[in-house]
Nanobody, 124 residues
Framework: QVQLIESGGGLVQAGDSLRLSCAAS????????MAWFRQAPGKEREFVAG????????AYADSVNGRFTISRESSKNTVNLQMNSLKPEDTAVFYC?????????????????WGQGTQVTVSS
């Protein structure tokens, strides 16, 4: 079992930056695919970014590519999401997710472990 706890959400203005963290406990994340999803009010939960723990290979949604960066800290068993140039349309609850695998999955159905979510609100 893997437990995921997100932190770092908050209220910022358009153009600001924010860094989310996802701390994992229960087992090392070696061999895992870790990802961030987000869900805005009235919308489906969507893929934001993912990383393959072993190689560091990453994938991003088109809407955040070039603005967001996902990274891992092996010593802390933590996954981070650096979000720059935030826009009001980035407002959502952000979730950390994980699964054992070889390829970053963009479908939320592929992930076994989820955090409780952290709210990100971007004002215009």
């Amino acid at each position: 079992q893997v437990q995921l706890i997100e932190s770092g959400g908050g209220l910022v203005q358009a153009g600001d930056s924010l860094r989310l963290s996802c701390a994992a406990s229960g087992r090392p994340l070696r061999g895992y695919i870790m990802a961030w999803f987000r869900q805005a009010p009235g919308k489906e939960r969507e893929f934001v970014a993912g990383i393959r723990w072993n190689t560091g290979a990453t994938a991003y949604a088109d809407s955040v590519n070039g603005r967001f960066t996902i990274s891992r800290e092996s010593s802390k068993n933590t996954v981070n999401l650096q979000m720059n140039s935030l826009k009001p349309e980035d407002t959502a609850v952000f979730y950390c997710a994980g699964t054992w695998g070889l390829t970053v999955l963009r479908d939320r159905q592929g992930y076994n472990y989820w955090g409780q979510g952290t709210q990100v609100t971007v004002s215009s």
